[in-house]
């Protein structure tokens, strides 16, 4: 039974073997497990991890991938059963987004952040049209300066993401707001 779609955005530098590519992997399994597709960028890193952690399970994983624009990448990972191609970074996390029920951001660089930031601004638009928020979580301490930046220095409402300390928590908190708005 497919409950919907989690986009997961995550670090395309996290290394095999590592604390981060094994949550991620977790992550993967337990959103599988239940019932959840995951959607990712696709490659390599966490995402890579993340796809192999629902794979494991029998899960389908989505990858959106922009061939054109990362001409070093030759492709989706392995673990990926449908691969959607873009051309642009705009169109790749738009489309993450209009397919996600929800997101969790794992730890990641400028990407992620742009990721981020984009699952936020869609809680802030959805706000002020009184709509349900998309359950998204950010996990780990990294995004403490981010949440810090935008909420202190641009009045983002900080309730608008869920502060996860690891990627247990996290996907517990979405499961958890999945389940109730089902």
């Not at 497990?33 to 389908?60: D, F, H, I, L, P």
């Not at 950010?138 to 949440?147: H, K, P």
Request: proline share 3%; hydrophobic share 45%.
């Amino acid at each position: 039974m497919n409950r919907g779609v989690v986009a997961v955005f995550g670090s395309s530098r996290t290394a095999p073997g590592s604390p981060e590519w094994d949550d991620a992997v977790l992550v993967g399994e337990r959103l599988a497990t239940v019932g959840y597709s995951v959607v990712t960028g696709g490659y390599g890193g966490t995402m890579e991890a993340v796809s192999q952690g629902a794979r494991s399970v029998g899960g389908e994983v989505i990858g959106v991938t922009a061939d054109t624009l990362f001409p070093g990448r030759t492709g989706a990972n392995r673990h990926v059963t449908t691969v959607e191609d873009v051309t642009s970074l705009s169109s790749r996390i738009g489309r993450m987004m209009e397919i996600a029920s929800a997101c969790i951001a794992m730890p990641g660089s400028i990407g992620t952040a742009a990721e981020l930031g984009v699952a936020w601004h869609t809680n802030h638009v959805l706000r002020r049209g009184g709509s349900a928020l998309m359950p998204v979580a950010a996990v780990g301490g990294q995004w403490e300066v981010f949440r810090s930046a935008l909420v202190d220095g641009l009045g983002a409402i900080s309730e608008d993401i869920y502060w996860a300390d690891s990627a247990d928590e996290a996907v517990d908190w979405v499961i958890n707001q999945l389940h109730h708005t089902a």
